[in-house]
């Protein structure tokens, strides 16, 4: 069973990502940089697929001129998570 499933826009398919071997959120904006370079790392250096995202509220970890509505603290800025499959043999179809 997945762990995540994330749709491809271009393709239509769904990267279906297993075997979880580490996640990582952040709750501020200075963590956000940190969570992307050991996403990358994992990738880069141990041949792990790795699938997140960075909300909204996050784009002033990039530039500080950004500016966007009080964090409340509830729902992390960035989170992503590191596993050792990624199958993208799934359509739509596939969840019918």
Same mark, same amino acid.
């Given at each position: ?5 994330? %749709?491809?826009?271009? *393709?239509?398919?769904?990267? !279906?990502?297993?075997?979880? !071997?580490?996640?990582? $959120?952040?709750? *501020?904006?200075?963590?956000? @940089?940190?969570?992307? #370079? %050991?996403? #990358? ?9 790795? @699938?997140? &995202?960075?909300?909204?509220? $996050?784009?002033? $970890? &990039?530039? $500080? *001129?950004? %500016? ?5 603290? %509830? &729902? ?5 998570? #590191?596993?050792? @499959? !990624?199958? !993208? ?8």
């Amino acid at each position: 069973q997945p762990e995540i499933m994330i %749709r491809d826009g271009a *393709s239509g398919r769904l990267l !279906c990502f297993t075997g979880a !071997c580490g996640h990582l $959120a952040a709750s *501020s904006a200075e963590e956000v @940089a940190s969570v992307i #370079e %050991r996403l #990358e790392h994992a990738v880069e250096t141990e041949g792990l697929y790795a @699938a997140g &995202f960075v909300s909204y509220e $996050a784009a002033p $970890a &990039f530039d $500080a *001129s950004f %500016r966007t509505l009080p964090d409340d603290g %509830r &729902f992390p800025l960035g989170q992503g998570v #590191e596993t050792e @499959a !990624c199958d !993208c043999g799934y359509s739509a179809d596939n969840l019918k």
